[in-house]
């Protein structure tokens, strides 16, 4: 498929997991795909990997929480090529699992904010000043189901997901009038190594939630972001698409 043909695609996260996944589909159907990453050294491997297989991939070593780092990344990929046609947000962190909020520290809450809403903040800022030139682009945002029921023993990750939530609905009514959308994809827990860190009891809790009975894998999210973010997609916007094994209760 050669959906993406010309389309210039930057995707947080870029270097693993769901982020990773993503990109690569959004390559392998044309896209020149710039991945934004703070791991510089998956960020390489995973770049060079891409090359190999005929990718057109360029990494962009950024702390997504890090205003300045976020805006030179973005002007850099403008200034190489005109335009950002696709951002697809996948970089975030899970924070604590399995602690209660009385053992939840204000420094892993102040983290977790800095990554996963703030950071959602200022990449969709600064995209969306390079999208509004031409007036036309696709901005998806990984939210999460946490964001929509609450996890209990994740704070943190289920009330900035709440966040991105709001974040996804408030501005992309800014821009219904363009040919901009906004929207967001609710994952339930997908197999990918962000969740290396989870407690085996919350992996269990949150398992158990879905009625498939199984974990998503980061390929079903590829293949459901990519039509989010394709121009076949064109009158949907400030939604939260999901996709949790059927989980979500709305």
């Avoid at 997991?17 to 791991?39: N, T, Y």
């Avoid at 770049?47 to 205003?67: K, N, P, R, W």
């Avoid at 998806?140 to 709001?166: D, H, R």
């Amino acid at each position: 498929m050669d959906r993406f043909n010309h389309k210039i695609a930057v995707i947080t996260g870029g270097a693993t997991g769901i982020g990773m996944a993503v990109a690569h589909r959004l390559g392998k159907e044309g896209a020149v795909v710039a991945l934004f990453d703070r791991d510089a050294s998956a960020l390489k491997s995973t770049v060079e990997a891409f090359q190999q297989e005929g990718i057109h991939a360029e990494g962009y070593l950024t702390d997504i929480s890090d205003e300045t780092q976020v805006s030179a990344s973005l002007l850099a990929v403008e200034k190489k090529w005109q335009q950002i046609d696709i951002l697809v947000h996948a970089a975030g962190i899970v924070g604590p699992t399995a602690t209660s909020i009385t053992a939840y520290t204000t420094a892993d809450f102040d983290q977790i904010y800095d990554v996963n809403l703030k950071g959602t903040f200022l990449i969709t800022k600064y995209t969306l000043q390079i999208m509004e030139k031409r007036q036309q682009g696709r901005i998806l945002l990984i939210a999460s189901i946490a964001g929509k029921e609450g996890n209990p023993g994740m704070v943190g990750y289920s009330t900035t997901k709440a966040g991105v939530i709001g974040l996804v609905k408030g501005v992309a009514k800014e821009y219904a009038t363009t040919q901009i959308t906004v929207n967001g994809l609710a994952p339930a827990v997908i197999r990918t190594p962000m969740n290396d860190g989870t407690s085996a009891e919350q992996l269990a809790y949150m398992t158990a939630k879905i009625p498939m009975e199984r974990l998503g894998t980061v390929a079903e999210v590829a293949a459901m972001s990519c039509f989010i973010v394709s121009d076949e997609n064109s009158f949907s916007t400030g939604f939260i698409y999901d996709i949790s094994g059927g989980r979500a209760t709305y």
